[in-house]
């Protein structure tokens, strides 16, 4: 009995040992060596060199001169990446609608000069809450919004997003996206800070 229990202790130390330290030092390694962006969270910095965020979070934007995101769940005023999660709320909700019709009143009176249908991902969370993408569609509907309110021509803010447009992964991975951090911070690169 006492062999057995001294066989099952050295298993569960060098286990330990293997899995619990070796391997997690390991791949943390060759994660900084192969992928250091990716390994050190995605971050993104402004011009003066100060992380702003992740490019996998999504942020909230409420200006009228940058692109804004999905609406989000996570948190209690959302975007809280330390609360990640959906809504739960479901079809028959009442407080869902009620956040949809009021959502879909903002947009509506934000982009008067652009196409009434609102794409439906701006009106609905996801999964995370924090999702980082738009569809290209979403992202050209806001256009005429941030280039009035920056006083541009509006060809300039459209050929801006269809430069920031991401392919598939690997050609057939998703769909194509437009992350909007980074078109956000290419809107202020290349036109300055909106107000």
């Known amino acids: ?55 996998l979070i999504g942020q909230n934007f409420s200006s009228a001169g940058y692109f804004w995101p999905r609406p989000s769940a996570a948190g209690t005023d959302g975007y809280d990446a330390t609360a990640s999660s959906g809504s ?31 794409p439906a991902e701006l009106l609905t969370t996801s999964a995370s809450g924090l999702d980082p993408h738009l ?28 430069a920031h447009i991401e392919p598939r992964t690997f050609g057939v991975l998703g769909e194509p996206r437009v992350n909007v951090l980074r078109l956000n911070l290419a809107l202020d690169r290349q036109f300055g800070r909106a107000s």
């Open 135 to 162: 569809s290209p569609r979403a992202a050209l509907w806001q256009v005429a919004r941030v280039a009035r309110a920056r006083g541009l021509a509006p060809e300039r803010v459209r050929a801006l997003v269809e």
């Open 88 to 118: 739960n709320l479901g079809p028959t909700s009442q407080k869902l609608r009620d956040r949809i019709t009021t959502d879909l009143a903002r947009l509506r009176e934000a982009h008067t000069d652009g196409d009434a249908s609102v």
């Open 1 to 55: 009995m006492l062999n057995a229990l001294l066989i099952a202790i050295r298993t569960t130390v060098v286990t330990l040992v293997l899995t619990g330290l070796l391997y997690p030092f390991a791949m943390t390694g060759v994660a900084q060596v192969l992928f250091p962006h990716r390994a050190n969270g995605s971050l993104l910095h402004d011009a003066q060199g100060q992380v702003i965020g992740s490019e």
